[in-house]
């Protein structure tokens, strides 16, 4: 088996047993004062995070740039191409080379699937994927986890919606993966256009991982602990006209949650899913979600970092 202090890099969820992220949230809620700024910590002070964006991202890229301040450690790199040499042509990987000679880590968010991977094929730093396309995101998965925990204190045994775009969305293609190792109770709400796909329900099935899929949201909304909607991922469909006739297809409001005793999760941003009258009811954990993404990032920068043999303690 896997452990964390063996995982060199954070490319795919389906690296991690469920050990390993069990361990990271036992980590992550340690964490937590140091994330707050309660008590203050210098356990990466001298270590370097780059990271190289190559998609927008508002939580994930500053949400790592606090977790490593507040553990004491600083941050370089870009958040868009235009600032780097890649638009005088250079490649990414020789772009990745350089920021491996200036810094101990790298977090990399890049359009096209596997981009990650490659690059921690090259380099001798760990590797940290931030969102290869339409692929994985599998820190939001552990922050995802974290917040159900926190929430409920176990993970097993919930009732967990995933709802919206579960085709192009990938924070809940790891997330499906990642709820499999509890014992979850799963289902996948998305209209037909937008279903999981294939090969993800084949690998849930081959792993004997329940789940079912519906396309009417009121069929199941009643019976869940967690509903984590999702954003219609417009930059990813090939055919604007396809996203434009689901772009609104589950919007949840206030009305639609009166009476029900679950939580609403988001990996945000959110456009036209969660309708803003939602935010100060009772229901609403996304901010607390992407709060999360501090203590969670924390944990893995730290087991990375330091338990990377070309950086010994
Ligand atoms: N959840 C998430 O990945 O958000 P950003 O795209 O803002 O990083």
Redesign the pocket.
Known sequence: MITIFNLKNVISINDFEKEDINYILDEAAKLESVAKSQVSSNLLNGKILGMMFFE??????LSFETSMKRLGGECIGFDNTTSSSIVKGESIADTAKMIESYSDALVIRHELEGVSKFISEIVDIPVINA?DGAAQ?PT?TLLDLYTMKKEFGHIENLKVALVGDLKYGR?VHSLAYALGLYNVEMTFVAPKELRMPREILEDLKKNNIKFTENENLNEVIDDIDVLYDTRIQKERFPDLEEYLKIKDAYLINHDMLKGKDLIVMH???RVNEIAYDVDNTKHNRYFQQAFNAVPVRMAILKNLILNNPKFPE
Do not use: E
């Open positions: 927008p991202s508002t939580r994930t890229r969102g995101h939001q924070t990996p945000l941003p």
